[in-house]
Structures are given as structure tokens and as C-alpha cells.
């Protein structure tokens, strides 16, 4: 099942660095979004997006940005890294009138 | 405020053993709750929701407005049952509505 494909997979930066973490879906939904996961704190949502025009900040989107290119794609990036950004990431997209989101594979990033 | 709960971090149950992860919700519209579960390696897939009042893999929850609760039940544990459990609350704004969750609570059955 890959119709939420996040890319890399995995990634080692280092401090400072500008990183962008891509995701594309074919599912059709119009609504995607991007969370972090870090042990005993969960996932956090950090952008939401409702369609290609409209970006939402979530829980924890200091240090963070994203773009919203194409109904299919939502990018995350982060313009100067820092090692408390090591995490693992999430896309997710979601249907409207169901509620219920589907995730992609996650992109480990680990910044040194 | 808007919050998922999910009181512990750790449940470790033997095989056979009765179930139950904890979730509390504050929300001050009308709740919409799901489960999600995380195997080893996989991304997050839905497990239930309450509007449909379905019983997968032998997990049921139950939505007590009263207690503001949907705590996540299964009568008799299974190995294959071990995953991270998140609780989440669609929730919505002027923006539309998006999906938060509480921390997870990993779920450890041995034999």
C-alpha cells in the first residue's frame, strides 16, 4: 500500500543544514498533513493544509516550513537544523467526511 | 482546550490476559474518536472508530461522553497484539478540522 510515500526514508544531517522531507499521496484527499514523533511525547502535529492554497501552523511548527506544490504534494522543510529535530516524521492525509487520516512510512531524521 | 489523554506510556499484559488502554478527551464540540495502531516498523493504521461501533481484531471501544472516555478493550490478549496505541480526536476550527492525538501507550503481551 504506497499511496502516502514519504521520501527519504531516512536521513543524517548536520546542524545547520537545510533539509526538505517530501510527500506525495494518491489518494485524491485534499487534506495532508505533517507530524513528529518522539518517544513518551507521541505525534505532534506540526503543519496542516486543506488544500493548495490554505497552509495551517499546528502544535509545534517553530523552526519549521512547508509547501503545499500540488493537491498530491505537501513538503516539509527545515531551514537550519538542529539536533532537537531528530525525529521520526509523518505525512497524512485525510478524508473529509470519514475523519479517518492514512499515514506514510516515516522519515527518520537524525541531525548531528 | 482541546487534549487527548492517554494515562500510561507502558502496558505489559501476559497472552490470555484482558485488555484495556486508557483514553480521556476534553473537546467542547462533538466528539469524533478513533484508534490508531503502530506495529513494529509499519506506519499508523486505523484500528476503529466510534461511529461505526465495529469490533477489529477483537478490539472494541465505547465512547462515554460522561466520563469523556473511549477506552480501547479486548478480552484476551495476543502476541501479535504488541504495538504502540494512539487515541485520536478530530477536532475542528475555522480552518476546517484536523486530527490530534494523545501520547500513545505501547502494548507489550508476552507468553
Known amino acids: 500500500d504506497a499511496d502516502v510515500t514519504q521520501t527519504p526514508r531516512n536521513r543524517i544531517t548536520k546542524t545547520g543544514k537545510r533539509i526538505m522531507l517530501e510527500c506525495s499521496q494518491t489518494k485524491g484527499h485534499d487534506r495532508m498533513y505533517w507530524y513528529r514523533q518522539d518517544p513518551g511525547l507521541g505525534l505532534r502535529l506540526i503543519y496542516y493544509?486543506?488544500?493548495?492554497?490554505?497552509?495551517n501552523k499546528g502544535e509545534i511548527s517553530d523552526g519549521y516550513s512547508v509547501s503545499r506544490q500540488a493537491q498530491a504534494k505537501f513538503s516539509l522543510s527545515l531551514e537550519s537544523a538542529i539536533p532537537n529535530q531528530t525525529a521520526l516524521y509523518f505525512c497524512?492525509?485525510?478524508?473529509?467526511?470519514?475523519?479517518?487520516?492514512?499515514f506514510g512510512q516515516g522519515t527518520r531524521l537524525t541531525v548531528v | 482546550a482541546q487534549r487527548v489523554t492517554q494515562p500510561e506510556k507502558l502496558l505489559s499484559v501476559f497472552k490470555g490476559a484482558p485488555v484495556e488502554l486508557k483514553c480521556n478527551y476534553s473537546y467542547s464540540g462533538s466528539p469524533e474518536l478513533f484508534w490508531y495502531v503502530q506495529y513494529s516498523r509499519q506506519r499508523l493504521q486505523l484500528l476503529l472508530r466510534?461511529?461505526s461501533r465495529e469490533s477489529i481484531k477483537g478490539f472494541t471501544a465505547d465512547l462515554n461522553k460522561g466520563e469523556t472516555s473511549f477506552h480501547l478493550k479486548k478480552p484476551f490478549a495476543q502476541e501479535e497484539d504488541s504495538a504502540m496505541y494512539y487515541c485520536a480526536l478530530k477536532v475542528s476550527n475555522q480552518a476546517g478540522t484536523a486530527l490530534i492525538f494523545g501520547k500513545g501507550t505501547t502494548l507489550s503481551v508476552s507468553s
Open positions: 497524512a492525509t485525510s478524508d473529509l467526511r470519514r475523519g479517518e487520516a492514512f
Open positions: 466510534h461511529i
Open positions: 493544509s486543506f488544500d493548495v492554497k490554505d497552509i
